[in-house]
């Protein structure tokens, strides 16, 4: 396998461990811990670089089924991540998440391990 895919799908795992941690933090204690931010922001930068990665690493073209999914569950992780902040900074820790937050934050990191999923069957498949 190409070196910067073998590269950027080590990064995309280091990804899916941090959503893990924030995601499921914040879905346990429906609060908005510095925990839950710290590990969203690192899971969106090591994101971002392993999408860099596989798209300079892959002989396809970016514009693939699995591309279109992955960059629709990276804007979801990104949007969620943002609107973390955003509550956080505007309400501080001690307030409990809105349930509409709530409830996009499981639907974006769940769209974004299909999304990480689909990737390891393509693999797997070929």
Known sequence: MNPTLVT?????VV???????GILTEQRKHRITILVLTALTIGIITDIT???FMIV???NSPFTLHGFL???????MLIDTISMWRFRLKRGGNTSVTKHLHLYSRYAYIWWVVAFVSGGLLVFLK
Not at 15 to 21: H, P, V
Request: proline share 4%; net charge positive; glycine share 12%.
């Open 70 to 76: 992955g960059y629709s569950a990276l804007a979801a």
């Open 50 to 52: 392993a999408t860099a």
């Open 57 to 59: 690493g892959s002989p």
């Open 8 to 12: 950027g799908t080590r990064i995309v």
């Open 15 to 21: 990804a899916l461990i941090f959503y893990s941690i």
